[in-house]
């Protein structure tokens, strides 16, 4: 077998999944399984194609716990990852076929991709383009720990957070025993970081076929449900961001700060909102209940340079445990809209 295709599944809306899976099925490459790793009764058997290829797996799970069920469960020598709103072009494997028969000795292939919402057209196919990776853009990749996601945007692929439009070796991760974290968000860039390490000849495949990434604001991960789980397992993720940098404290001190910012900016902020929670009150009692305390309490603020002002100060009076403060200093830092619709799980 040359391929494993893994889908985590949970949640799915059913005319998504079924896009999804007849573009795996009409692959002009055949040399691959699919396994479909379902942590609740979202998907049935008549759902998949009367194809031996395709096996439907329950397991309660988060995504990153389904991924590695979907590895362990495999057969192929390279792992696919797709998300199950997501597609993939006929040519998808093909190419990716071509390119490690091209260059033999890569064990991490990076595919194009687009972004797309319902209704739009799917862009022509380029002209193919490999392009290998300097020492110094492949070093530049822990920069994502950081939390600066944009820093490889040179290289022409900047979604390099995500496991999907990118093909792994699976020796690989099985020799490292190699894992996805049990968070609920983030564990891609998580799982990328720490495969970075043990990689040695990464390829860039520009143009081809491409890979279809849905944007979706109705995605679980969006609703309200998603956001609590995405929050309540923040902590693990900033250990594990913690543990795959390297020893210098003050980077590992800056990455955290950077990623608690980001918590607070991004995650927290889309909840609060979602759930009309914007009174000083209300977003003092949420602070309280989620923000990663017991991480917090050891981080060098100042040390931040390039930290804002109002995000010093935030972390400061959480640190501090001044929640009230933080409240206020946070309703200024990201005000709200004057309505709130919360978001439907």
């Given at each position: 077998m040359l391929f494993s295709i893994i889908i985590p599944a949970f949640h799915v809306d059913t005319n998504q999944f079924l896009t999804c899976v007849r573009s795996i099925q009409n692959q002009s490459c055949s040399d691959f399984e699919c396994l479909i790793i379902c942590s609740d009764d979202s998907v049935t058997t008549n759902l998949l194609p009367n194809d031996p290829r395709f096996h439907l797996i329950r397991q309660p799970s988060t995504p990153g716990e389904?991924?590695?069920?979907?590895?362990?469960?495999?057969?192929?020598?390279?792992?696919?990852?797709?998300?199950s709103d997501d597609y993939i072009d006929?040519?998808?494997?093909?190419?990716?076929?071509?390119?490690?028969?091209?260059?033999?000795?890569?064990?991490?292939?990076?595919?194009?991709?687009?972004?797309?919402?319902?209704?739009?057209?799917?862009?022509?196919?380029?002209?193919?383009?490999?392009?290998?990776?300097?020492?110094?853009?492949?070093?530049?990749?822990?920069?994502?720990?950081?939390?600066?996601?944009?820093?490889?945007?040179?290289?022409?692929?900047?979604?390099?957070?995500?496991?999907?439009?990118?093909?792994?070796?699976?020796?690989?991760?099985?020799?490292?025993?190699?894992?996805?974290?049990?968070?609920?968000?983030?564990?891609?860039?998580?799982?990328?970081?720490?495969?970075?390490?043990?990689?040695?000849?990464?390829?860039?495949?520009?143009?081809?076929?491409?890979?279809?990434?849905?944007?979706?604001?109705?995605?679980?991960?969006?609703t309200t449900s998603g956001l609590i789980k995405t929050i309540s397992t923040y902590s693990l993720f900033l250990d594990t961001v913690a543990k795959l940098l390297d020893d210098d404290e003050?980077?590992?001190?800056?990455?955290?700060?950077?990623?608690?910012?980001?918590?607070?900016?991004?995650?927290?902020?889309?909840?609060?909102?979602?759930?009309?929670?914007?009174?000083?009150?209300k977003i003092a009692k949420t602070l309280r209940s989620t923000f990663p305390l017991k991480e917090a309490e050891t981080l060098h603020i100042s040390s931040v340079k390039d930290l804002g002002f109002k995000a010093r100060?935030?972390?400061?009076?959480?640190?501090?445990?001044?929640?009230?403060?933080?409240?206020?200093?946070y309703k200024l830092w990201k005000p709200f809209p004057k309505k709130n619709q919360p978001t439907s799980d």
């Open positions: 389904a991924r590695n069920l979907g590895v362990l469960k495999s057969t192929g020598k390279y792992i696919v990852f797709v998300d006929p040519g998808y494997l093909q190419e990716a076929k071509n390119a490690f028969e091209a260059f033999p000795k890569t064990d991490w292939l990076f595919l194009s991709y687009v972004s797309f919402s319902e209704g739009e057209q799917s862009p022509a196919n380029n002209d193919i383009k490999y392009r290998t990776l300097s020492d110094d853009e492949f070093a530049s990749f822990d920069n994502i720990l950081l939390g600066k996601p944009n820093a490889l945007s040179n290289l022409g692929n900047p979604c390099f957070p995500s496991v999907w439009a990118k093909i792994y070796l699976r020796s690989r991760i099985l020799s490292e025993r190699l894992l996805f974290p049990g968070t609920f968000g983030s564990e891609d860039v998580l799982f990328n970081c720490a495969y970075q390490k043990i990689v040695n000849n990464p390829l860039l495949l520009q143009g081809g076929a491409y890979y279809h990434y849905r944007l979706s604001p109705s995605s679980f991960t969006h003050t980077t590992k001190n800056n990455a955290l700060v950077h990623h608690l910012v980001l918590y607070l900016g991004g995650t927290l902020y889309r909840y609060l909102a979602a759930t009309g929670s914007t009174s000083i009150c100060w935030l972390l400061k009076t959480l640190k501090a445990k001044n929640f009230t403060l933080a409240a206020c200093i």
